[in-house]
């Protein structure tokens, strides 16, 4: 513990300023074109730091196909003059023109050691026809510079790359081959809709600690395979199986995340600074795969053998990293069930991070750097919010227009910090026009989930944090519960909405060894608007269209038992 604080106040100075951008390129092959970046959803705008090996000019742009023409490019320097930098658009191979309204606003430059280092802010959206808009689809950057502050034609000091600004992941060159192998080996899958298949695995002895740095799926069968999580065991497991999952085996006790793939994910890299540690201490823990296999048309036969490949470096990085899985979690006595012929049904699940203190106290700060969402077939929005003294700060996750057929992990614009006492809430929003039954809480996909995975370090020693209403609260008496009989009325699907949002929360924490923290009395907190930023001039106060109401209903945490389960 006492070693901890130095090495904490140290990650504060070093992770300062990565914490707004935490994306990196070299534009070049050489090395000399440096971009860093982050951006802000709630902000709408994206922060660049260019550092070019030249003290004199520099220019950096988007461009429709890697070219001059019609690119969006901002020009600047440190000159005997002193500093410039402007907004300009190019029309051909020929100096850019001036913008008339000058988009980006300068933050710093600077020159040292034979760089010249720029930061620059933009709107990601912009209103002017003269710039370009950023978008989370590839884009191709352009850059050029010179060897004097008088901008003239670059030569060969120029070039491009196409990069995805706002869906970024690195990819590195697989420099090894070493990686573990999480996959089923021609397992039968039945004949039912819905099969989760279990297997428990020691992986190859790794006798020193090392990272995995890239998960990638082996996917035997694209229309079966929904998703894949890989847990790692309490140490209380320690014999391997292979088998039907959720039937009271002792590895349903695996509950600690290690590496998580959604139908329509791919390959997931983790960032520069941080690994999944394995192997070491851990060379006898057991591993958890679990598959879940949609099968609607129950077809017969098929075997498969999908799973993960964990690529894994003996060069260890700077940070653990941890998945924290937040969000409504079902339970099979919940009798929580959504109405039929509801648009819009929200359901809530929250996690309050004092919980999570119960087991790790001083909880550090857990600096989220990606999140994946999860929902089934009627989900169509997740949003996760981030609270701080009973108010809204963030969003640590965002998605408007969710696709159950595309759940890939989404690294964030900029890393995000959980300091213990931070509350986060999952709230999934769902269409049940087409349907004429309850929607259950559950495994199907034809039941529902509401979890966000968070991805974050340092790893903290921690499976879960999730919640859910306190169905049988004297408040929910007048709902129906487990079905209906006849189609609910928009009046009475509102009411049952309102009544699971007010009642207490039943929040959990479970740690490594499957002991759980639990506190009978959460809320749920307001959410604001989604922010929607629209085209605007490039201005600091950007802060658009966001609204906070406060739940008046104010409940005392309590923490209630702490036992083990
Ligand atoms: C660019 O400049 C930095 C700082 O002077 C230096 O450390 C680095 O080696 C240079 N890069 C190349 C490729 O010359
Ligand atoms: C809900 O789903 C129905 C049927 O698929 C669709 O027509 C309707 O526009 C959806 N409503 C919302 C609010 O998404």
């Not at 930098?85 to 980006?104: C, E, I, K, R, V």
């Not at 933050?107 to 950023?134: A, K, P, Y």
């Not at 929005?381 to 408007?400: A, C, M, P, T």
């Amino acid at each position: 513990m006492r070693s901890l604080i130095p090495f904490l106040y140290l990650l504060l100075i070093a992770g300062a300023s990565d914490h707004t951008m935490p994306f990196m390129e070299y534009l070049d092959q050489n090395h000399l074109v440096c971009l860093k970046w982050g951006f802000d959803n709630l902000e709408g705008n994206i922060t660049f730091k260019l550092i070019v090996n030249t003290t004199g000019w520099v220019g950096f742009g988007f461009s429709p196909n890697g070219g001059m023409a019609g690119s969006d490019i901002v020009m600047g320097g440190l000159g005997t003059g002193g500093t410039y930098f402007a907004d300009y658009h190019a029309t051909g191979n020929s100096m850019p023109l001036m913008d008339q309204q000058q988009s980006y606003t300068l933050l710093s430059l600077n020159e040292s050691d034979g760089q010249t280092i720029i930061t620059f802010q933009r709107t990601i959206q912009s209103c002017d026809d003269q710039d370009v808009h950023i978008t989370a689809q590839p884009i191709k950057l352009i850059y050029a510079y010179g060897p004097t502050d008088d901008i003239a034609y670059h030569q060969a000091r120029r070039g491009t790359k196409e990069v995805n600004l706002l869906n970024y992941m690195t990819r590195t060159t697989l420099t090894s081959v070493s990686y573990l192998s999480a996959t089923v080996d021609s397992i039968t899958v039945p004949s039912s809709q819905t099969y989760y298949h279990c297997k428990v695995m020691k992986f190859p002895t790794l006798n020193t600690k090392h990272h995995i740095y890239l998960v990638e799926p082996v996917i035997e069968h694209h229309d079966m395979v929904h998703h894949m999580l890989l847990y790692r065991c309490p140490s209380f497991v320690t014999e391997p199986y292979d088998k039907p999952c959720y039937r009271g085996d002792i590895g349903d006790a695996c509950f600690r995340v290690v590496a998580a793939w959604g139908v329509g994910g791919g390959v997931f890299e983790l960032p520069e600074n941080a690994g999944i540690p394995v192997g070491g201490e851990d060379s006898d823990t057991l591993y958890r795969l679990e598959i879940h296999y949609n099968n609607p048309n129950r077809e017969t036969g098929r075997t498969d053998s999908s799973g993960l490949r964990l690529y894994y470096t003996a060069q260890l990085r700077q940070h653990d990293v941890g998945i924290l899985p937040t969000g409504l979690l079902h339970f099979d006595k919940m009798q929580y069930n959504i109405p039929p012929k509801a648009p819009r049904f929200h359901t809530y699940g929250v996690c309050n991070t004092t919980i999570i203190s119960q087991f790790v106290n001083p909880l550090p700060d857990l600096q989220v750097f990606a999140v994946l969402l999860h929902t089934h077939l009627a989900g169509r929005k997740v949003r996760v919010g981030h609270y701080r003294s009973g108010k809204q700060i963030d969003f640590l996750g965002l998605d408007e227009n969710y696709d159950f057929e595309i759940q890939q992990i989404i690294n964030l614009g900029n890393i995000k910090t959980i300091q213990q006492g931070d509350e986060i809430a999952v709230e999934c929003t769902y269409n049940t026009t087409n349907r004429v039954g309850v929607t259950k809480m559950g495994l199907a996909t034809t039941d529902e989930m509401c979890l966000a995975f968070l991805l974050y370090y340092p790893a903290i020693e921690i499976s879960l944090c999730i919640s859910h209403p306190n169905t049988t609260h004297p408040l929910m008496s007048r709902s129906y519960r487990t079905s209906v009989v006849t189609i609910p009325s928009d009046l009475e699907i509102a009411e049952y909405e309102g009544l699971l949002k007010a009642v207490p929360q039943i929040q959990m924490a479970v740690n490594d060894q499957s002991q759980l923290s639990s506190y009978k009395n959460g809320f749920v907190r307001e959410m604001m608007k989604t922010p929607t930023v629209t085209c605007q001039n490039n201005k600091a106060s950007s802060r658009l269209g966001t609204s906070w109401i406060v739940n008046p209903a104010r409940f005392t945490l309590l923490l209630l038992w702490i036992a083990k389960m």
